[in-house]
Every structure is written in structure tokens, then in C-alpha cells.
């Protein structure tokens, strides 16, 4: 048995060894463990579809090459740092939360690879950078979303925003939102809180005393159900609005009953793609892991197919110049939509909104930037 | 209007204030034993309910005997902590044993994040009336609270009750003072100190299920904040005093929520008021409400 | 048992320090970006972990907020370096205040300001710490340095608050990290080998008896939290500029960052500056190559699950070893000398005889 | 109740206590103790077990702070000063359950009372406020920066320091152990240390508590000596605790004695052994007698 192994393996080297000529590396610096473990896997789902999906470009395997930041900052440095200069990787797909794709997208700056986030939608993300780009869109454009649907579709003029203060993310969000909001006429009361809070009585009870028509809360699924719960034991029976932390199954586990009516800005809606190759990606999902994908697993999908877009258009897979075509991407046809990226590395492209509905992420309406 | 917000600030600050002092109760316990500070005592909480979870989850038990089994193991979890980490070091300078408490706290939780993985967990295993809220006119309260309320006191009489009415608690209360004198006397020190660590586990469990019913989320860090808090609590009933753990505890949980329920502003910096009002009483008054220990001698 | 002389000694060091370097620029240049990275850090870990060492170890006062005062340092030294635009542009909520929103500084003058700011915040929660002993003393430190990190999140027209400080230019090099790294550790070591580190390791002994012997044991308790404290700026200084961006997460610079100097300093042994410079060594080292055991390993196709947070249950578990059964870690409150080597070098060889 | 009058004169007053008094909780743990201490002279504080000796070195050394009464010593009220302002103005200490620094060397245990040579600002103020003209103002250096950079300064005073501690150490004849720890020794040479460690703050008064306990009677016999010896070479007054009542009739010149916190006797030895009252306190314990 021992044997067969050893001679495996050495099968296996020689293979490896004589194609590893056609192959392209890519490194996938995803927290796999820790904190946001949860998204790191859901995005990783998303980019092994589309892996087996479109193994190859230019006539060379795809070899992606996973890195775990443990959803610690100081990793999410060196796991950059690691599959550029230790793996020798083409171009990253990578950092899911905003401050890691702020430690890890120095260091592909400086190294000229190109570092494509799926998930990072904090604006300085790719500020004065040449070689960061995102799948998604940006926090200035998701709060403009969700004012623009509490307002016009919500019919709401009053609303109280929760803003986590701990999250970048949240403060960021909730900020653009209330710009928004209110140079459309609306008015706004804020409440605060901090992620790992579990009562939000105290500013739940304030917060019911203004009547709101909706309650904004751009932060995390856990502490969004945990309010829904209070709130709705408190007696509010009206909308919440979240931006896309909210989306995880855990948010219908943990809060039941009481997060439906809970909409939230996304990238995706599996029930309703907007493109044929978001359909094919949603059956491949399916089959492959027996559940609907969630916006996370999509933008997986579409860094991964980016990425393979930007090689061919390069012709070369040298990292210059697979930046260089990333930057001049326009109208992709991606699973979250067509998707173009600005001179800054920014995706412009269309959000969707969606509630929870008998504890079923629901589609509502698409809004167009 | 500003009267039933108070009240109803205060019914939400009792019931927070009830879990704070159901936990300190077990940590100042343990603390007035062993004058340790078992910073795993929030982890061990953690545990519990992760065991009540699987308990029923995974065996299919029903919730009642779920909660019994995630106390008894958390129990059982406790005293091995303190045979296999606390008591080699109980003849060693005391600060070796606070180091290894951290090291154990350190620990419990990456055992949990690799036996039970970092994604938080839905703690949805009881039954639906505790959710049930009463509305009595303005104010609204759950029935959990009058639930959480009444073991708290349940398990304080039966502390107290321990502690003065029993010949264990004698011995309990003689090993506080005294180790060496106490195991002259006859008394097996190991046996009662195992047990000390075991009431204070299954306290600190029976917590932790009273915290996730609150807060349906399980997840490996989830005992440090409340462990924290309820240390905190200890501290300003005078730590090592059983009732003094009590009024601690409701005390604070009292002015977290009428603070950020009157400052929402301030919710930021909610636990600074915690850690402040930690560090006034450790500088002027460190024997907190309720004196049990005067200072020992040079 | 031959004393080795004053000469030889100095002669040996500066042939170290000068091969060390040499090793350091073989490093640099040729290990690659990555393990150059690594390099670094285990230098930056190793000022951390010296100067906590220094309070932890040699004082004998357990404090638990250490990372407050990194947390300080690096906040200071990001502020004062990062390049005007780039306020302009992080500060997108609050703008930042009038004078640093107009300061740009080189990285040496910001690591001591850095330096300076930690130490007088070291000194403003020692001084009220100080008056409690023991366990009462480590609690109250870490509730401070969670004040620090928390009024850190909130200070939005200062430190951006939970936004974090981005865009801070890259300056840690592994020179930087290793000249500051040699720097403290003369600085710890002529300290401990100082009057003033007999005081230190006396008090740390028995606080009555120093007393007696003419210490102010709380000046100098504080005296020793102080140097601590810069030092850690210094680290937390440096630790800025080689990651970049901080924020004030707990996860990075919070009780978390505490526990893993703790670690550090656990297995260099309590009380050693060159063990807590080995301990920063190992746990640099084995917290990348413990990736092994956590990642899924691919060979040739053929996966094997990984098992995620293995590595931090075996520095947990490393961590609880050490207390156990070996709680003098590696040097115990001994320092790495030549005189030691050639102690042990000789014992070995006599045993053989 | 004794009364207790100094009637020498010719000689300075190095140490006088006045109604000290302790209060532990409701218990009166030394009531209103009065004594007075001349400029080199030996004298022994003796009284059963839990009489309060030792809490009158501690009221004395500043580790406790007394309920009432002074402490004056060389005519400066030092009552509750911080001990190691106390050690700095010339008050020296050993103590009944051995009290070294064991983690570290015979030679640093001596050092480390050295150190209170560039730590004495606070005492020197507090003899300039009491006699300006003797006294003159001290100026704060701080010797930090200096020990820290090595100077000159700082090794010269290092050097001296090296040089005294070897000094006292080949003085009590443990020269040959300074390279040891501390922990290393046995229990005379320990008790040596002790005194040698005291001895190194330069003390004009040095209080020796039960420097005899656990001895055999040859090795209390060398004790003897050795303390006599001590306080003609270092021109020293010293106090001492001890139950040894032989040892104390033998070396002492006055001796006070004390019980349940009170004065019983006051006296030269041949007047203590003949006192009634301290006959009867120490009734049942032959051993003392």
C-alpha cells in the first residue's frame, strides 16, 4: 500500500513536472478560518464552480492556489506576500473584508500582480492603487441603493440607521446612506452599536420612540437577526433595510420569524440571474453543492471569470498585463450582472434588493447605476 | 412617555443584569475558593452550551434534558480543567496559576473553533414561550426574564445554602481562609476544591444556556465579553461574596442599559463604563459593596 | 567554571552583531519578499516581547495591557507619517484635526514621538494601576487597554475610528526592524544589568524586603512600566508601517495581540530579554509553518482536509505545556551570553568525560 | 506603668519612640511603647511570642504606619514615612524569617541595597527642611539616563558599589560565596548575608530580628561576636529582637521587655534578671531563664 503511494506520487511529479509548463497560477487568499470564516468558504464555493466550469485559458490549466488569512489582518499581509513571492502566482483572487484587501493590496502593489477582491467594497480599497480591482461594487453606490429604495419603493421618510461602530464597513455605509437619504428629502435619527453586542434594547427602545418607516442596518447578519428579534419583541413590526452583510442562512437561523421583512442591498439573487451565464452557474452550484448559491459564491464566480477574461484578452499571462486588461473590462458578462471597471479598479454594475420572506431569500427589484 | 421608556429601559437592564449576576455568581465562587481568577470561566460557559446544543441536536434529546446534560458535562469539564491545570500549580506563585488560567481560556476556545468550527451557531433548540413577550400597556417583557430571574434566585439561595447550611460549605468557607490549617483539620482539601470547580462550571454553564436562549448565537468567543462583564460584576459586589455577586451584577447591567438608553450617542463606548467603573473600585475600594476579605498581613 | 573576559565578550558580541547582519542582508536579498517580510516581523515581535518581558519578567508585575500601548505607537507614528492626501482622502467622516492633518514627518522622528506618546500613556495607566498588586493589577491593565482601544474606535476625528488609518507608507524594512530590535535590546539589557535592573529583579523577588533595602519599589515599578511602554510604541510603530493599515479590531490590536507576546514571552522564558527575542523568533516562525497542518494539502491532486485553528490550539496547547512542566520556557531568567553558552558548552562535555 | 527617662546625657539620641501605639481592628497590638536608643549602643528588645516586636520594628521601618505616637530618629519625626525614605536616613533592617533575594547572587544581594546611594533625593530633603545650615540642599539627578548609557559617573559609582559590597562581604567571611545564589547558602552564612545586605545601605541604627533563631549554641556564640565586632567597625547603634535570653543578657547594655504590647521592664541585663514581672512572663519556659 505504502508502495503504490510512493509510486503515485512520483507518477504524479513527473506529470506535474512535464505539464507544469501549461499551467497559471492563481492564488486565492481567502479566511478560511477565524471570524469570517463563513465568507471565505462561500466565496471559495463560487471560484471552484467557475473553475470547473472553465478550467483553462490560452490553452493552460488554471491551478488555483489557496491561502488561509485565519480573518486576521497581519496574515492577510503575509498570505499576499506569500503566494506572490513563495507560490509565484499570476494574479490573486482576494481579502474579503475591506481591511484585509487594504493589508494584502499593498503588497500586491508593490509587486505589480494584479489583486482582484470579490467582496471588498470599502472605497479605499483600490484608491491610488494600479494593480487592486474589485468584483463588486462600491459602499457610495450600495447606500445610494438602499436610500434610494427606502425612499421610492419603501415609501419611508423617517428612518433610524443602526450603525455598527466597529465595522469600517457599517460607518462607511451608513454614511453614504444618510447623504443620500436626506438629500432626498427623508429624515434620519442614528443609533449605534458594536459588533458581538447582543442586547440592543437600550437604542431599540429610543429608537421606537421616533417611529421609523424603515430601520437601516449595514452590518452583520448575527447582531442584524439578534435586533430583529428584540426589536420585533419590542413591537416594531415595520421594514428593516441591510446592505450585504446581511446575507448568510444564518440570519433566517438565528433570528426566525423575526427577520422577515428584513430587505437588504445584494449583488445577486439565485432565483432571479440576470444573465445566461448566471443561470448556468446556479445549476453548476446546485449540482455540485446541493444548495442555492449565495451573492458571495457569485462574485467568487465572477473574480474567477474575470480574471480568465482579462488572461485572454492579455494573451500573456504576465501580471502587468493582466492588470492592464483588467482595467480596460467593459460590459463582462458576469453571474452578478455586466459588469466594467473604472479607470480605478471599481466594478460598475447593477445591485438587486431582496427580503426575507418566510425565511427565503426573496428577490424584490433591481436598481441600475 | 419618558417614564415608560425608563421602565422599559429598566425591565430590558434587569434582565440583562440577571444574566450578568447568574454568571458572576459561579466566578466569584471560584474566585473566594481559590482566589484564582478563572479567566475560563466564560469559555467554560461556552462550552456548556455548545454540549446543550449537540446534546439535543445531535441526540435528538429533548431541550430540558439537553440543558442537563450540557451542565453536567460542562461540569465534568471544570473539574478536569482544575485537576489536569490548576492544581499542579496551586503551591506555585500565584501568578503562574492567573498565566495558565489564560493559557487555558486560550485554550477552550481554539479546541471550539476546530471541534465546533468559528461560524456562530443558532441556538433555537427551546421551546417557543420563553420567547413569549407580555405587554402590559407600554412595556413589554419576555417571558425569559421572569424565567432568567428566578434561577438566578433559585441558584443564589442554593449557594447560600451551600456555602452556610452544609458541612461541605463549612469546609468550603474554611479553605478560603485557610489552606494548609483546613487540610489539618481532616478535611480533603482536593475533594472540595474539585467540587467548587464543578458547582462553578455547572453555574457558569447553566449561565451560558440562559445567555444563548437571550442571544440564540453560539460561537467559540462568545463567553469572553460576558465573562469579563461578569467579573466586573464580582468585583463591585466585592469579590468573593455571593449576594455582593448579585447586586454587582445587576448594578451593572442596570447602567449599561440606561446609559445607552439615554445617551444613544454613547453606545460606543459602552464597555468603558464597565472597565471604568473596574479600575475606580480596584484603586479606592477593591473589597467592592460587600467586604468578605480584609487585607492580609505582612 | 573559567569567566570569560570583558574583551573577548565585547569582541565575540561585535562579531555576532556584524555576522548577524551580514545574515540579515543574505536574507533580504535572497530568501525573497516573503520570508524577508517574516524577518521583519519576528524583529518587530522581538521589541514587543522585550519590553514586555521587562515588566512581566524582570519586574515582576503582571500586566495584561500591553497591547494598549502598541496600540498607541502605532496610531502615533501612522498619524504622523502618512502623507496629507491620504488623511484627506481616509478621513472621508470626520475630518481629521488641525495640527496633524497638516504634519508629515520622516519614520525615525514618528517611531520616537511614537515612542515618547506610548511611553507617557504607560506612565498615566501605571500610575493609578499601581497602587493594586497581583492578579488585581493585571485586571486593571487590560481593562485600560481595552479603554485605549476602545476610545481608539470612537475617536473619529483623530484616529478615523473604526474606518481604521490606511495608505501608510511601507517604511519597515528588515533594517529598521533589526537596527530598532538591537537598539532596545542594549537599552533593556544595560538597564538589566543596570543598579537599577537589581532593584527591578529584587522587588520582583520580595517587595518588603526591597523596601527595606531603600527601593521605592512603586517609582520603580512605574519607572520599568514607562520603558515598557516606549518600547512597545517603538514596536507598535514599526508594526504600522510594515502592515500598512490598522485598525482597532480586537482581533488586531486587542487582548489578542496581548495573549500572543504573552505566549512569546511564556516560552522565552519570564524575565529573559534574549528568550523573549527566541520566543518572537519561534512564534514568528511557527505560526507560518503551522500552516501545514491547517491547510488543506494538495498533493498532486490528491487533497487532504486540513483542519482549520489547529494552529492555535497547538500554541495553546504548547502555551500550557510550558506552565506545567517547564515553566522557565527556554532561558528562564537567564540571558542568552557568551559566558552562558560556553557554561553549557562546558557542563556538556564534562558529563561526557 | 514604666516610665522611661533618658538620664544620660553626654550621649546623642539616636532613636526615641513615644507612645507608639497599634491598632489592629479592636486588637492593641503595642500600646504606647516609649524607648530611646544612644548613639552606639547595643540594646535588646526582648518578650515572649506575639508580644509585638517585630510590629514595633515594622512601626519603626515605616511598614506600618502607627495608630498614635512618634518615631524620631537623630532628632527627625520619620512616624509613617515610606520605608524606603527610612532606609535612606539611615535605618537598616533584618528579618525573622530570612528575607533575601534568592534568585539572585550573594554579591547582587548586597548590590541591591547599594542602590539606595542614587535613591536617597527624598531623605536628603528631609534632612535640609529639619537643619537647612547642616544639610545642605540636595539637587535631583536622576541616574536612569546615566545607567542606562553607562557614563563615567554612573561606573564610578558601579565601581564603588562592586568594591563596598566586597568588601562587607569579606567582612562577614562570605567573599569566597559571592558568585553563589543566595539560595545556595545555609542558614548561618544566609543570616550573615542578611546583615551584610543591611550594612550596605550605610545605616547609622540597624535592627536585627532574631538573628539567633534556629541556631545551635556555638553558632549563637560566633553571633555574638560577630555583632559586637560589627558595631565597633562600622560605628553603629543597634536594636535587636531575640529570644535568646542568654545571648541577649550577654551582649546588650540596656534591654526593654515586652508583653501583650506593653513595656514590662526596662533596664541594664543584671536589673531584667532579677525583674519579677518578666520572670512571671516567661514562667513555664525554662529555657529563657
Redesign the interface.
Known amino acids: 500500500m505504502k508502495k503504490t503511494l510512493i509510486m503515485l506520487s512520483v507518477v504524479m511529479l513527473l506529470v506535474s513536472a512535464v505539464f507544469g509548463a501549461g499551467t497559471i497560477k492563481i492564488g486565492v487568499a481567502f479566511p478560511m478560518t477565524g471570524g469570517i470564516a463563513a465568507f471565505g468558504q462561500m466565496t471559495l464555493n463560487g471560484v471552484k464552480v467557475a473553475q470547473s466550469l472553465y478550467p483553462t485559458v490560452l490553452g493552460k490549466k488554471i491551478v488555483l492556489i489557496v491561502a488561509d488569512n485565519r480573518s486576521d489582518k497581519t496574515e492577510a499581509a503575509n498570505v499576499v506576500s506569500r503566494l506572490i513571492d513563495y507560490n509565484h502566482v499570476k494574479a490573486i483572487i482576494g481579502e474579503i473584508a475591506s481591511s484585509h484587501s487594504l493589508a494584502g493590496g499593498s503588497i500586491a502593489e508593490r509587486s505589480h500582480v494584479p489583486m482582484l477582491s470579490p467582496a471588498s467594497t470599502n472605497p479605499l480599497v483600490t484608491q491610488g492603487k494600479h494593480y487592486v480591482f474589485r468584483a463588486c461594487f462600491i459602499d457610495p453606490f450600495q447606500g445610494h441603493v438602499a436610500a434610494v429604495f427606502a425612499y421610492n419603493n419603501l415609501k419611508a421618510r423617517t428612518a433610524v440607521v443602526f450603525t455598527d461602530v466597529v465595522q469600517d464597513y457599517s460607518v462607511g455605509l451608513a454614511n453614504f446612506f444618510v447623504k443620500d437619504f436626506v438629500a432626498m428629502g427623508g429624515k434620519v435619527y442614528k443609533e449605534f452599536y458594536q459588533s458581538g453586542d447582543q442586547d440592543f434594547s437600550a437604542q431599540l427602545t429610543d429608537a421606537l420612540n421616533k417611529h421609523p418607516d424603515v430601520i437601516y442596518v449595514p452590518g452583520y447578519y448575527p447582531e442584524i437577526a439578534l435586533m430583529a428579534r428584540q426589536a420585533r419583541q419590542l413591537g416594531y413590526t415595520g421594514p428593516f433595510l441591510a446592505g450585504d452583510g446581511a446575507e448568510a442562512p444564518e440570519l433566517v437561523k438565528i433570528g426566525g420569524a423575526a427577520v422577515n421583512g428584513v430587505y437588504y442591498t445584494s449583488h445577486f439573487n439565485a432565483d432571479a440571474p440576470f444573465t445566461e451565464i448566471g443561470k448556468e452557474f446556479v445549476a453548476k452550484y446546485k449540482e455540485m453543492f446541493k444548495e442555492s448559491p449565495s451573492a458571495l459564491a457569485a462574485l467568487g464566480f465572477d473574480s474567477y471569470l474575470l480574471l480568465r477574461n482579462a488572461i485572454k484578452r492579455a494573451g500573456s499571462d504576465e501580471p502587468e498585463k493582466i492588470a492592464a486588461a483588467l482595467r480596460h473590462t467593459k460590459h463582462f458578462e458576469g453571474a452578478t450582472g455586466y459588469i466594467t471597471i473604472d479607470k480605478y479598479g471599481n466594478t460598475i454594475k447593477s445591485a438587486v434588493v431582496n427580503v426575507v420572506k418566510n425565511g427565503k431569500f426573496t428577490y424584490v427589484t433591481t436598481i441600475n447605476p | 412617555m419618558w417614564l415608560t421608556d425608563f421602565a422599559q429601559n429598566l425591565i430590558n437592564g434587569t434582565l440583562l443584569g440577571g444574566l450578568y449576576a447568574l454568571i458572576a455568581i459561579g466566578y466569584t465562587m471560584v474566585y473566594g475558593i481559590l482566589r484564582l481568577i478563572n479567566f475560563a470561566h466564560g469559555d467554560i460557559l461556552m462550552w456548556g452550551v455548545y454540549f446543550a446544543l449537540y446534546a439535543v441536536v445531535a441526540f435528538g434529546m429533548p431541550w430540558w434534558l439537553g440543558f442537563l446534560v450540557g451542565i453536567a458535562l460542562a461540569g465534568f469539564l471544570g473539574f478536569g480543567i482544575e485537576k489536569i491545570a490548576y492544581r499542579p500549580l496551586r503551591n506555585a506563585p500565584r501568578i503562574s496559576s492567573l498565566i495558565t488560567a489564560i493559557g487555558m481560556s486560550f485554550f477552550l476556545e481554539s479546541l471550539a473553533v476546530v471541534v465546533f468550527g468559528g461560524i456562530p451557531k443558532s441556538f433555537n433548540i427551546y421551546p417557543k414561550f420563553f420567547n413569549h413577550t407580555l405587554i402590559f400597556g407600554h412595556l413589554r417583557i419576555q417571558t425569559l426574564t421572569f424565567f432568567i430571574l428566578g434561577i438566578t434566585f433559585l441558584l443564589l439561595l442554593g449557594v447560600l445554602w451551600l456555602l452556610y447550611r452544609t458541612k461541605t460549605g463549612t469546609a468550603m468557607r474554611a479553605i478560603a481562609t485557610d489552606i494548609p490549617t483546613t487540610s489539618l483539620m481532616g478535611a480533603n482539601v482536593d475533594r472540595i476544591i474539585s467540587l467548587t470547580f464543578i458547582i462553578g462550571s455547572m453555574l457558569a454553564a447553566t449561565s451560558g444556556i440562559m445567555w444563548a436562549m437571550r442571544y440564540p448565537q453560539v460561537q467559540p468567543y462568545m463567553g469572553f465579553v460576558p465573562g469579563m462583564k461578569a467579573f466586573v460584576a464580582a468585583v463591585i459586589g466585592g469579590i468573593g461574596s455571593v449576594p455582593g455577586a448579585l447586586v454587582g451584577g445587576f448594578l451593572l447591567g442596570m447602567t449599561e442599559i440606561l446609559v445607552v438608553g439615554f445617551f444613544p450617542n454613547l453606545a460606543g463606548y459602552r464597555d468603558v463604563f464597565a472597565y471604568v467603573i473596574l479600575i475606580v473600585l480596584l484603586m479606592f475600594r477593591p473589597t467592592g459593596i460587600f467586604t468578605v476579605y480584609s487585607e492580609q498581613k505582612? | 567554571m573559567k569567566r570569560i573576559s570583558f574583551k573577548t565578550n565585547f569582541i565575540l558580541t561585535v562579531i555576532f552583531v556584524i555576522g548577524s547582519g551580514f545574515m540579515l542582508l543574505w536574507a533580504s536579498n535572497s530568501l525573497g519578499d516573503y520570508w524577508a517580510r517574516i524577518i521583519t516581523l519576528m524583529a518587530i515581535y522581538g521589541i514587543m516581547a522585550t519590553s514586555y518581558t521587562l515588566v512581566n519578567g524582570v519586574t515582576g508585575i503582571f500586566s495584561l495591557g500591553h497591547a494598549g500601548f502598541i496600540a498607541v505607537g502605532a496610531y502615533t507614528a501612522a498619524l504622523l507619517t502618512l502623507p496629507i492626501q491620504q488623511k484627506a482622502m481616509s478621513f472621508f467622516i470626520t475630518p481629521l484635526i488641525w495640527p496633524l492633518n497638516s504634519i508629515q514627518m520622516g519614520f525615525l522622528p514618528a517611531t520616537i514621538i511614537a515612542g515618547c506618546v506610548a511611553a507617557f500613556a504607560a506612565f498615566l495607566v501605571g500610575y493609578p494601576s499601581l497602587r493594586v498588586t497581583g492578579d488585581y493589577f493585571a485586571i486593571a491593565t487590560l481593562a485600560f487597554a481595552e479603554i485605549i482601544r476602545i476610545v481608539i474606535q470612537n475617536s473619529y476625528s483623530v484616529t478615523n475610528g473604526s474606518l481604521g488609518l490606511k495608505g501608510i507608507p511601507p517604511y519597515t524594512t528588515i533594517w529598521w526592524a533589526w537596527g530598532w530590535l538591537l537598539v532596545t535590546l542594549i537599552?533593556l539589557g544595560?538597564?538589566k544589568f543596570?543598579?537599577?535592573g537589581?532593584?527591578l529583579?529584587?522587588m520582583s523577588?520580595?517587595t518588603?524586603?526591597?523596601?527595606?533595602?531603600?527601593?521605592?519599589?512603586f517609582k520603580h515599578q512605574l519607572?520599568s512600566f514607562v520603558v515598557s511602554g516606549f518600547f512597545a510604541g517603538i514596536g507598535g510603530a514599526l508594526y504600522a508601517h510594515w502592515l500598512t493599515t490598522i485598525d482597532p479590531r480586537p482581533t488586531s490590536l486587542g487582548i489578542m495581540l496581548t495573549f500572543f507576546v504573552l505566549i512569546m514571552i511564556v516560552v522565552g522564558g519570564l524575565g529573559s530579554l534574549s528568550g523573549a527575542v527566541l520566543g518572537a523568533v519561534f512564534f514568528a516562525f511557527s505560526a507560518q509553518w503551522l500552516r501545514i497542518v491547517e491547510s488543506p494539502m494538495n498533493f498532486f491532486g490528491l487533497t487532504i482536509p486540513g483542519i482549520p485553528g489547529m494552529s492555535m490550539l497547538i500554541f495553546a496547547v504548547v502555551f500550557i505545556l510550558i506552565m506545567l512542566f517547564w515553566r522557565r520556557g527556554i532561558m528562564g531568567?537567564d540571558e542568552l551570553s557568551w559566558q552562558y553558552i560556553y557554561n553549557h558548552f562546558s557542563k556538556r562535555v564534562g558529563d561526557q568525560d | 506603668m514604666i516610665k522611661i527617662k533618658n538620664e544620660k546625657t553626654d550621649k546623642k539620641e539616636v532613636l526615641k519612640l513615644e507612645n507608639l501605639t497599634i491598632k489592629f481592628g479592636g486588637l492593641t497590638a503595642v500600646d504606647s511603647f516609649n524607648a530611646y536608643i544612644n548613639k552606639n549602643e547595643l540594646i535588646g528588645l526582648i518578650g515572649p511570642n506575639g508580644a509585638g516586636k517585630t510590629t514595633i520594628f515594622?512601626m519603626v521601618?515605616g511598614?506600618?504606619k502607627p495608630s498614635f505616637g512618634t518615631v524620631t530618629f537623630n532628632d527627625v519625626n520619620i512616624t509613617a514615612m515610606?520605608?524606603?525614605v527610612i532606609?535612606?536616613l539611615g535605618i537598616?533592617?533584618t528579618?525573622q524569617n530570612i528575607?533575601?533575594?534568592?534568585?539572585?547572587s550573594v554579591l547582587?544581594?548586597v548590590?541591591?541595597?547599594?542602590?539606595?546611594w542614587?535613591?536617597?533625593y527624598?531623605a536628603k530633603k528631609v534632612l535640609h527642611a529639619h537643619n537647612p545650615s547642616e544639610f545642605p540642599k540636595p539637587r535631583w539627578k536622576s541616574?536612569?539616563w546615566s545607567?542606562?548609557?553607562?557614563t563615567p559617573d554612573?561606573l564610578k559609582?558601579?565601581k564603588e558599589?562592586n568594591f563596598y559590597a566586597n568588601k562587607l562581604l569579606s567582612v562577614v567571611g562570605l567573599d569566597k560565596y559571592a558568585d553563589h545564589k543566595a539560595s545556595a547558602l545555609s542558614y548561618g552564612p544566609q543570616r550573615k548575608l542578611e546583615i551584610a545586605?543591611?550594612l550596605?545601605?550605610k545605616p547609622s541604627l540597624l535592627l536585627l530580628d532574631e538573628p539567633a533563631a534556629g541556631m545551635n549554641p556555638q553558632e549563637t556564640q560566633e553571633l555574638a561576636d560577630f555583632i559586637t565586632n560589627v558595631r565597633k567597625k562600622f560605628d553603629i547603634t543597634i536594636l535587636l529582637i531575640e529570644h535568646d535570653m542568654k545571648f541577649v543578657m550577654k551582649i546588650c547594655e540596656r534591654i526593654y521587655v515586652l508583653d501583650y504590647g506593653k513595656i514590662i521592664a526596662h533596664g541594664v541585663p543584671e536589673e531584667i534578671q532579677k525583674n519579677k514581672k518578666v520572670i512571671e512572663a516567661y514562667l513555664g519556659d525554662e529555657s529563657y531563664v
Open positions: 505582612v | 537599552v544595560s538597564f543596570s543598579s537599577y537589581r532593584a529583579r529584587a523577588e520580595d518588603v524586603a526591597a523596601r527595606a533595602m531603600g527601593i521605592d519599589v519607572m531568567r | 515594622n521601618t511598614i506600618y515610606a520605608p524606603h532606609t535612606h537598616a533592617r528579618f528575607r533575601l533575594f534568592s534568585e539572585m547582587e544581594n548590590m541591591v541595597a547599594e542602590h539606595s542614587l535613591q536617597n527624598k541616574w536612569f545607567a542606562v548609557l553607562k554612573y559609582v558601579e558599589m545586605r543591611a550596605a545601605t
